[in-house]
């Protein structure tokens, strides 16, 4: 059965660059059938979509982050990694990873399956 | 890109049958059948209950349906039951491999 684990600090600075990895196992991530995602809810708040990212590398970013969001993928560890830049306050949220099916042909992300158990991380000086 | 607009909460008591709108807009939910709809426990990661529309992943309890019209698509529990007390979400593809969320509805079972 496939599963996802975030690592990463808990605790950032503002001002500094949030960097979470996340591995996968009991399957491989490269697979032509999903995207790879992550999704972050601030403390009692929705999901927000931060970005999509496919075994080749290729990558989707939400608009609102983009800019200064990036999400890079080590096929020989199995695990992809988020990092988003000059964080505030506003990126303290729990973050989650996970797989994302695709609509094939065209692959468009689809739905979302597994997700990670999440990690919080604090943006606080 | 905007957040799919979902009522914040809703409620009703044991056996009721409830149902949740997500609206969006001819940018996703219109023009796409890849709405999916997640149910988050307290503490708990959340969990896919119907992909592309009407889909139900094994497991999931046939109480749970979804269906779409126009730009809103709707999420219905039927047979309400005490667990389903949790927090609903809806998702749709919205062009350019993006995908957009809903930003929840509280469902209070009485």
């Known amino acids: 059965q496939l599963q996802l684990q975030e690592s990463g600090p808990g605790l950032v600075k503002p001002s500094e660059t949030l960097s979470l990895t996340c591995t996968v196992s009991?399957?491989?991530?490269?697979?032509?059938?999903?995207?790879w995602g992550w999704i972050r809810q601030p403390p009692g708040r929705g999901l927000e979509w931060i970005g999509n990212?496919?075994?080749?590398?290729?990558?989707y970013y939400s608009p609102s982050l983009k800019g200064r969001v990036s999400i890079t993928v080590d096929t020989s560890r199995n695990q992809f990694s988020l990092n988003l830049r000059s964080v505030t306050a506003a990126d303290t949220a729990i973050y989650y990873c996970?797989?994302?099916?695709?609509?094939?042909?065209?692959?468009?992300?689809?739905?979302?399956?597994?997700w990670g158990l999440g990690t919080l991380v604090t943006v606080s000086s | 890109q905007s957040a799919l607009t979902q009522p914040a909460s809703v409620s009703g008591s044991p056996g009721q049958s409830i149902t949740i709108s997500c609206t969006g807009s001819s940018s996703d939910v219109g023009n796409y059948n890849l709405v999916s709809w997640y149910q988050q426990h307290p503490g708990k990661p959340p969990r896919v209950i119907i992909f592309e529309v009407i889909k139900r992943p094994s497991g999931v309890s046939h109480r749970f349906s979804g269906s779409k019209s126009g730009n809103t698509a709707s999420l219905t529990i039927s047979g309400l039951q005490t667990e389903d007390e949790a927090d609903y979400y809806c998702s749709s593809y919205a062009e350019s491999s993006t995908f957009v969320l809903g930003g929840g509805t509280k469902l209070t079972v009485l």
């Open positions: 009991g399957g491989s991530l490269s697979t032509t059938d999903h995207f």
């Open positions: 996970a797989r994302v099916f695709l609509w094939l042909p065209p692959r468009w992300p689809d739905w979302i399956d597994p």
């Open positions: 990212i496919f075994y080749t590398g290729s990558t």
